[in-house]
């Protein structure tokens, strides 16, 4: 389907001509004398120009998915009423927690690009809050992206330092960053735009910076091989207090036969105080102590060596872990439940015997087999999540676990809130289906016989 098409009328409204065709080099220009330093040279520009050529091309599309995104957001807005009548029971209630038209289309726009893109919906509530900004306040900045003089990135730093600013002040602030935009790097241009948004700021830095204080928060990204970031965002004053606390602590456990640096000492530190809310050798500290699950398969825990073919150990809301690690943990950590895996189909054998009450093993059953939110693409834990009623108890649904899952809080009120529907397919399946009509299927972590 060309461009042109894309959308209606009202889409393509906003599109230009793209960018240059890509060059494909049919020879090479030579050079007197004749090198071979200066053929390859020749074919490296030729390369190169191509590179710049393709990109181009790449950020003209990005401006296109920028007005589609908007398009999808303007749909999901008009059809809003229509939705609140049918899909919510008690209107008056949701827009008194909030759901207002504007928070209902921007959440169904939002959902809808993750779900269909297969990115976080963190990243799809960017993407409709950008495109919204880039078609209607900042126009110019969308015509340069479309024209290629600047990447998506540096059309994403502009909006993200003009967004804290008045909305009477973007047009001025616009005119003095895009030139900076189209002459330096992203990394460059973001501390340049962060000066010209001082300038224009009308606010004090002290009334900004109450105002900051709402976006602190604690995040955690699983990496490979086992490893994960934890990341805080504090008040400055706060992060530099905790992490001089860190190296104090971790200082003074330097002696001649540690051979650990003091990085990670600190990191060390820092789980210990967490998890355990005390140092073990130290004693300094005290909190509670955290529950985690683990999945461990029993041939993993019979045996010395690996298992060829056996299902891989697991942690809740990471995934899979290696035997060893998995091994000391159901042998030493009491804060882990340790549950013992059928080494081939997987089912869960047991829950551990201090956990018989039913509405408290049912609970734990589901968050074993859910792990994770089952809304497509959401990762937050189950452990953080509501149980919902698949079938809602006042429409006769049981209280089962072929009618139960897991919902954060934010999804669980877009069932209830939008055109977003969904059912149990069997053997833990959920098959969702978008107010665009698209469906998706949500797989359990584990599969349980039941």
């Given amino acids: 389907m060309g461009t042109t098409n894309v ?40 390369v190169v120009d191509g590179i710049v050529d393709i990109d181009r091309m790449v950020t003209h599309l990005l401006a296109v998915r920028t007005v589609a995104i908007n398009e999808l957001h303007a749909l999901a807005l008009a059809a809003e009423p229509a939705a609140s009548g049918s899909a919510t029971t008690a209107g008056s209630a949701a827009v008194s927690r909030g759901w207002s038209a504007q928070m209902t289309a921007r959440r169904v ?67 003095a960053a895009l030139p900076e935009a189209e002459s330096r790097s992203a990394a460059g241009f973001r501390q340049r735009a962060r000066a010209l948004r001082e300038r224009e700021h009308p606010q004090s830095i002290d009334e900004r910076r109450r105002s900051a204080e709402d976006s602190r928060s604690v995040r955690l990204e699983p990496t490979r091989d086992g490893m994960a970031w934890l990341t805080a965002h504090l008040p400055a004053e706060q992060a530099i207090g905790a992490y001089r606390r860190l190296t104090e602590i971790a200082s003074g456990l330097a002696a001649p036969d540690e051979p650990r640096t003091l990085t ?19 004693g300094i500290g005290r909190g509670v102590r955290a529950t985690v699950l683990v999945t461990v398969p029993v041939l993993s825990l019979l045996n010395q060596v690996e298992v060829t073919g056996a299902p891989s150990s697991s942690l809740e ?26 080494p081939e189909t997987g089912t869960v054998l047991s829950v ?90 949500t797989e359990p972590a584990v599969r349980l016989a039941r």
């Fill in 7 to 46: 959308g209606g009328p009202r889409l393509t409204s906003h599109m230009s001509t793209p960018a240059r065709p890509l060059a494909v080099p049919v020879t090479v220009p030579l050079t007197v004398p004749f090198t071979a330093a200066a053929v390859v040279d020749g074919a490296m520009g030729v």
């Fill in 109 to 175: 726009a939002a959902t809808e690009v993750s779900a269909a893109l297969r990115i976080s919906e963190r990243e799809a509530e960017q993407l409709v809050a950008d495109s919204s900004a880039l078609v209607h306040e900042l126009p110019s900045t969308l015509d340069a992206l479309r024209e290629g003089r600047i990447t998506y990135r540096h059309a994403s730093i502009l909006v993200d330092e003009a967004r804290s600013l008045p909305s009477e002040s973007w047009s001025t602030f616009e005119s």
């Fill in 264 to 282: 990670q000492r600190r990191a060390d530190v820092l789980a210990d105080l967490l998890i355990d809310g005390v140092m073990p050798d130290s």
């Fill in 317 to 342: 809301g990471y995934g899979p872990i290696s035997t060893e690690v998995a091994r000391r943990l159901a042998a030493h950590a009491p804060s882990f439940v340790r549950l013992l895996t059928h």
């Fill in 352 to 441: 551990g015997r201090d956990r018989y009450a039913v509405p408290r093993d049912l609970r734990l059953w589901l968050r074993i087999r859910d792990e994770t939110c089952r809304f497509p693409g959401c990762g937050r834990s189950a452990a953080n999540s509501d149980i919902d009623h698949t079938v809602d108890w006042q429409h006769s649904g049981a209280t089962r676990h072929d009618n139960l899952a897991h919902l954060c809080e934010a999804h669980h009120q877009l069932k209830h809130h939008t055109l977003w529907r969904v059912n149990q397919a069997g053997g833990g399946v959920l098959e969702w289906r978008a107010p665009s009509g698209r469906r998706y299927r």
